[in-house]
């Protein structure tokens, strides 16, 4: 579940931390992507009619996870990106409760979902939520799909504790770009970037799919500072302090370690943290008896107006969890994508779990494509600072956008492709460039240019400077000739000298020749 309508207040509260994305946006980038929203996507997946329902082994165990991964995995590194998969590790204690009620709701959408499919009346709709909420994630559900992505060549990551910490700390020591999951609080982990809906199972399911949304979790500080300032501004609070702050919202808000506050959600919570001075301490008052929160519309409030919780909502040890979690070593993981194994491979999924061997060959052509493609860079990766450009011209261009050539990964060359710079006149590596391109030298070259008489219509196909005999220059109504007689020269500046002096100093030889 993540954070209780965290999406929304955002979305109201600080919609310029985010941004819409598409795949493609991310090439030559690494993601953290979180592996339980794609377990649980590809398994809700058999029970619903989708293509993945009829797969399933010999033993009649499901495959679909396996196939979804499989192509999500393909597709990632088609689009130029590096997936770096991480598992959850064992939950903390402080969210057992939260299981437990899991664990009951799963049991009534079981029922749930047998009485909807043998249910002629039940919408597609119906059997789907019922489906999704009586999903189940295995340790084999989480074994089969690791053994795939290494036969794949790609990083798995087991992470201590939580997932979504663990991509955010990735994202943190800067070994990847995003934390990918639909899990909101991979913000409240202190994700920098995070990236919802990159494979927007919902809205295709219904027809009309829904952008990747990246979120950046300094923007969103610094617009809550905005828009809801007795709660996230104080002229004395440090970085630490507003995210402390943050993650108490949040807290407020409903997470995964705390019984939920019945009739409690964004807008309650900052109600309250503002009558409050913003302090969570002072929100809340603990219940005197240990009878369960009362089941009502509204939230249970003192006549302070601080809202009432459990005797054993430890808000302090939830705080802990989300600023302090345990987390996989950045220094020590290995991210680095490995060499695929695809005899195993094609055995893991032919023998093993009963896939189709036209499509396992079809699916490996594929991976081989994608591991065999030269790496796509970015464009921020490119750039060098420049003095001067060919003729004057240039082309802005938005880092975001990825590079078009696929098939070149000389960055210079690229750069120059992707700017649009024109070489010398003299051509690449060849002539004589000007000496010191002033704006009056440059407009004045810019001018002879245009004129037919002063500039030859092909460069001279020799690049090197040789001493050439003289030859009178071509008459222009706008210069003299020069003198045939010998005469002592006068030194002259570049900027000042004649048009042909000029051009030879460009090219090497006269315009003439």
């Not at 619903?48 to 990632?76: C, D, M, P, W, Y």
């Not at 003198?483 to 030194?491: D, G, P, V």
Request: with cysteine; hydrophobic share 35%.
């Amino acid at each position: 579940m993540g954070i209780k309508s965290l999406m929304g207040f955002l979305k109201e509260s600080a919609p310029g931390s985010m941004s819409e994305k598409e795949l493609g946006q991310f090439v030559g980038r690494t993601l953290a992507l979180d592996a339980s929203t794609h377990l649980y996507q590809f398994l809700a997946a058999i029970r619903t009619g989708s293509i993945a329902s009829n797969l399933s082994n010999a033993a009649g165990e499901a495959t679909s996870h396996i196939q979804g991964f499989a192509n999500r995995t393909v597709k990632l590194l088609e689009a130029g990106v590096k997936p770096v998969f991480v598992f959850d590790g064992p939950s903390p204690a402080l969210k057992a409760g939260t299981l437990r009620e899991r664990s009951k709701r799963k049991k009534e959408a079981t029922e749930a979902y047998e009485k909807a499919t043998g249910d002629e009346t039940a919408t597609a709709e119906d059997v789907y939520k019922a489906a999704s909420a009586a999903t189940r994630v295995t340790p084999r559900h989480n074994d089969d799909v690791k053994q795939l992505l290494r036969l794949m060549g790609v990083p798995v990551v087991e992470a201590p504790g939580e997932a979504e910490a663990s991509c955010a700390e990735l994202v943190k020591v800067d070994l990847a770009h995003a934390a990918v999951t639909e899990d909101m609080d991979a913000l409240t982990f202190g994700a920098p970037v995070m990236i919802k809906n990159l494979f927007d199972v919902e809205g295709a399911r219904a027809g009309s799919p829904r952008p990747a949304v990246e979120i950046r979790l300094g923007a969103v500080l610094a617009e809550l500072a905005e828009t809801k300032p007795k709660v996230f501004h104080r002229d004395d609070d440090d970085d630490d302090t507003r995210m402390r702050r943050f993650v108490d919202f949040c807290i407020l808000c409903g997470c995964d370690y705390l019984e939920h506050l019945p009739g409690v959600g964004p807008a309650t919570a900052i109600k309250t943290l503002e009558a409050h001075g913003g302090a969570l301490e002072s929100a809340v008052q603990r219940r005197q008896d240990s009878a369960p929160l009362p089941k009502k519309r509204g939230a249970s409030t003192t006549s302070s107006g601080r809202l009432l919780v459990p005797q054993d909502w430890d808000y302090a040890a939830a705080r802990t969890l989300f600023l302090s979690p345990e987390v996989v070593d950045g220094r020590t993981v290995d991210l680095a994508l490995s060499q695929p194994d695809y005899d195993n491979l094609k055995n893991f999924l032919v023998e093993t779990h009963g896939f189709a061997e036209d499509r396992v060959h079809r699916l490996i052509a594929r991976l081989r494509k994608a591991r065999d493609a030269k790496p796509q860079r970015r464009l921020d990766t490119f750039f060098k600072p420049t003095t001067t450009i060919a003729a004057g011209k240039k082309r802005q261009l938005d880092a975001e956008t990825p590079p078009k050539d696929d098939d070149d990964d000389d960055g210079d060359d690229d750069a120059a492709k992707l700017l649009e710079v024109e070489a010398p006149v003299g051509g690449e590596g060849g002539g004589v460039a000007p000496a010191a391109a002033t704006p009056t030298s440059l407009e004045r070259r810019r001018r002879q240019e245009e004129e037919p008489e002063a500039v030859p219509s092909t460069p001279p196909p020799e690049r090197e400077q040789t001493a050439t005999p003289k030859k009178k220059a071509p008459s222009t109504p706008s210069s003299k000739a020069p003198s045939t007689t010998k005469k002592k020269k006068k030194k002259t500046s570049p900027a000042l000298a004649p048009p042909g002096a000029r051009i030879t100093a460009f090219f090497g030889k006269q315009a003439s020749e």
